[in-house]
């Protein structure tokens, strides 16, 4: 299998994520899906649908924050680096966030997602500063990632996908075999 190198910012767009005012509150609970870190620690699967809470329209003029069309890598940068997702939905992030759109004809999204996540130790190398860490955008364009070329990082992606799909599938029969146990023991004892 032949690796091409590429740095990230040569097969993706990176983009940062921003935060409205907190304290106008018409910048929230709007149909504008945004991402916090905490949000991505509190899921239990790849893919992100949606966030404790949405901004409006006025709150995402209001910052820096982009859209990320649905389909792309979503990456906290900072508290803590290193938390990923695939978003199934168009979506905007907090400043916690360096966001991967990337380049399809390059990159297959699976594939960058397990990528990512198996070199975080590298990723979070990049972080810098002295009250807490974080990856910047520059340092994140310029970090170099060696990958096959698309229909083997597809054909990667799909064997990955599937042990991923049956380790959800296995802790969802353990959650229900404990709440099982639970009631027999209550009923019990």
Request: aromatic share 10%; with cysteine; glycine share 6%.
């Amino acid at each position: 299998m032949e690796l091409k190198k590429y740095k990230l910012g040569e097969v993706a767009e990176i983009c940062n994520g921003s935060t409205p005012s907190t304290s106008d509150k018409s910048n929230y609970d709007g149909d504008i899906v945004w991402a916090t870190p905490k949000d991505l620690s509190d899921q239990q699967t790849k893919y992100f649908l949606k966030g404790a809470r949405n901004i409006t329209k006025k709150g995402f003029e209001s910052c820096s924050t982009q859209i990320i069309p649905a389909n792309n890598i979503l990456m906290s940068s900072r508290a803590p680096i290193g938390l990923f997702a695939i978003n199934k939905v168009d979506c905007c992030t907090n400043q916690g966030f360096k966001s991967i759109v990337l380049d399809k004809t390059k990159v297959d999204v699976d594939y960058m997602y397990y990528y990512l996540k198996y070199h975080v130790k590298e990723i979070e190398a990049l972080g810098t500063g002295t009250t807490f860490k974080e990856v910047s955008k520059a340092s994140f364009e310029n970090y170099e990632i060696s990958i096959p070329e698309i229909g083997v990082q597809r054909s990667i992606a799909s064997v990955l996908s599937i042990l991923d799909d049956k380790i959800l599938l296995n802790r969802s029969i353990n959650r229900n075999l404990e709440a099982l146990a639970k009631q027999l023991y209550d009923y019990w004892f």
